[in-house]
Each structure stands twice: as structure tokens, then as C-alpha cells.
């Protein structure tokens, strides 16, 4: 089993998946073929559909590190590296058909984005960096790219210096989520200060002359994503923010605000760079701003003065 999983992480590669997909699927079919070993089962043809059922049980009922059950997401990532795998063996002739195929994953609750910050909040929070400082100036950029453009935080961290157009106002995003290319719309203060950054910021912070990532460390290296969140936490604690605030916090803040605004969802598709429209309407259901307004004027209530 072992040796069938690094095959299909080479057919991964070949396919050009993202690196982080084929270490995350490798890394749970390793633990399902631990799981397979510790049942008896050592040859990819003894696995059935009971097998597979029984595995998804096993996620349901199992333990993680921190001492709580998997979530239903987490469920389901593990069953589809599972599926994929299955698929694949079927596909390539290891086995006659796909004990996995049949199998459902598991309903998950429709949950909305927390922490969502209103308009007073986020002026608030990006004022908070001392942009008289270099690292704080650079870190005032970085809220800003984040605000304005609604990026995810691996795609800031692999921006280059050619991905900002001052001019126009508009941000390339190499190789997005899905290794997926899309140009953004980059606002007039975000662009001010990206600019302002790269002319008197930058190349104080600069070691490799030949390194064209947008913001760097106070060695010059690109950012870490650890980097970045603890830029985030650190800002939130110093605005005596009460809501939990991440990188991701800005992404769901920028699709909220402009949906209020009565921006098209579509545009909000192609600015989030949602593959799929459903994952951006459940800002929809965020937004309650029309809602309300038909609320006050409809609601009988609403009419009476006591």
C-alpha cells in the first residue's frame, strides 16, 4: 500500500497538482494504510466498500491532537484523499472497480464567517502601525493590500514587484488557490502606500538584490506565513480589537462591505477568485443589509410608535 501511495503522489506531480495537495493527500493516505495494516489488510485488492465505511467511522469517532473530535470538514478532506486514491487504483488497473465510490461524505453544517469587522474597526486597526518606522510602514502596506484587494495570505506572500500596476490600480495574483492567475482591482490608498513602500520602504530591508518578493523581513527574506499572522495578532491586540482577527479576517471583511454596498456577487466571485459561486454566496447571507431595510419598512411593528 505504502508503494501505491507514492505512485499516486508521482501521478499527482505529474498532473501538476499543488504542493501542498500532494503532501496533505500523502500524508493521509499514509495514515489510512497504517490503519489498513493494523486490520490485516496489506493488498490494495482487500479493500471494499465495508473497508472504506469502516474508515470513515474510524474519522468520525477518532481523537485528533488537540483532544477533540475531527470536524465534519476534516472528515470529509480525509475521505476525498481517499476516494481520489481509489479512483486512481481503479483507473490504472490495481483494482477491478471503486470500492469508494458509493460512499457519501458527511453532511456539513452551513456555517457563516466570524469576526467580520465593521468599517469603524478596520480604520481603526490599520491606523494602529507607526508608519514613521520602516517594518511599520511595510506593515501598514500589508493590512492595506489585504483590505483592499480581499487576497489570501499565500497569495500576498508570493507577490513580486512586477505584480503591482501604480498606475492602473491593479494587482496580479500568481498561481492562486487551484494554481489558478487572475488580476485584481488594488484601491487608490493601497496603491499610495505599495507604492511609497517600494520607493523609500523596500530597499531598506533589501540583502538579494536578485529577491523581487514584494515585502520582505527585516533580513530581506521573503515573509513566512507565521510571519504574517503574527503581523496580523499583533496590530488586532494594539486596537483592543474584541473579535478574533486573521489574515483571512480582511477577505472576509472586504466581500462583506461590498456586497453592503450592493456590489454584484460576481464581481465579488472574480475578485475572491471563487471557482465555484456558492462559496461566495454565503456572504449573501452575511450582508443583511437589504433585508433589514425591507424589515423597517414592511414589518408592522416597525410603524407603531410604542
Avoid at 57 to 77: D, K, W
Wanted: charge should be positive; charged fraction near 25%; hydrophobic fraction near 35%.
Amino acid at each position: 500500500m505504502i508503494d501505491l501511495v507514492e505512485t499516486y503522489r508521482l501521478h499527482l506531480t505529474t498532473l501538476n497538482y499543488a504542493a501542498g495537495t500532494i503532501r496533505n493527500h500523502r500524508l493521509i493516505l499514509r495514515s489510512f494504510a497504517a490503519w489498513l495494516a493494523a486490520k490485516g489488510i496489506t493488498d490494495s485488492a482487500a479493500v471494499t466498500k465495508d473497508t472504506i465505511r469502516d474508515w470513515q467511522t474510524h474519522l468520525f469517532e477518532e481523537i485528533n491532537t488537540r483532544g477533540h473530535p475531527n470536524s465534519v470538514a476534516v472528515q470529509n478532506n480525509k475521505l476525498n484523499a481517499v476516494k481520489s486514491f481509489c479512483r486512481f487504483l481503479c483507473d490504472e488497473g490495481y483494482l477491478v472497480s471503486d470500492p469508494a465510490k458509493s460512499i457519501a461524505y458527511a453532511r456539513e453544517p452551513s456555517r457563516l464567517p466570524r469576526s467580520i469587522m465593521s468599517q469603524a474597526e478596520i480604520k481603526k486597526l490599520l491606523k494602529t502601525p507607526d508608519t514613521t518606522s520602516a517594518l511599520g510602514y511595510r506593515d501598514r502596506t500589508i493590512l492595506e493590500v489585504f483590505y483592499s484587494a480581499g487576497i489570501r495570505r499565500e497569495e500576498l506572500l508570493n507577490l513580486l514587484l512586477t505584480d503591482v500596476d501604480y498606475d492602473e490600480g491593479f494587482l496580479r495574483i500568481n498561481a492562486g488557490k487551484g494554481k489558478k492567475d487572475r488580476v485584481v482591482p488594488l484601491g487608490r490608498i493601497a496603491c499610495r502606500y505599495c507604492e511609497n513602500y517600494c520607493t523609500a520602504v523596500r530597499p531598506l530591508l533589501i540583502r538579494n538584490p536578485a529577491d523581487t518578493h514584494l515585502f520582505l523581513s527585516l533580513k530581506g527574506t521573503r515573509l513566512s506565513k507565521s510571519m504574517v499572522w503574527e503581523i496580523v495578532k499583533r496590530y488586532a491586540r494594539k486596537a483592543h480589537m474584541q473579535k478574533t482577527i486573521s489574515p483571512h479576517t480582511f477577505r472576509h471583511t472586504c466581500a462583506t462591505l461590498m456586497l453592503r454596498n450592493k456590489a454584484n456577487i460576481r464581481h465579488i466571485q472574480e475578485l475572491l477568485g471563487h471557482a465555484c459561486l456558492t462559496s461566495t454566496q454565503v456572504y449573501t447571507r452575511v450582508s443583511i443589509t437589504d433585508l433589514k431595510e425591507v424589515y423597517a419598512k414592511c414589518h408592522p411593528r416597525e410603524k407603531d410608535k410604542d
